[in-house]
């Protein structure tokens, strides 16, 4: 749920008061507004899973 701002997700642009929801195993790489913030509530079913070669390292790292 978006509650300030918007970010773009592709070809895909969501705003304060858009809700989406995605199936399991969806990736996505949102990204803020360039302009402007975005302040979003999320709920997750699992851990999230990070793209970047570097954020993967840290992520097998206990504790993060």
Known sequence: MILEGGYNDGAIRFEAG?????????????????DDYCVALVGLGGPLEFGGASVRLLQTRPGI
């Open 18 to 34: 858009d809700f989406t929801a995605n199936d399991v195993g969806v990736r996505h790489k949102p990204t803020a507004d360039p």
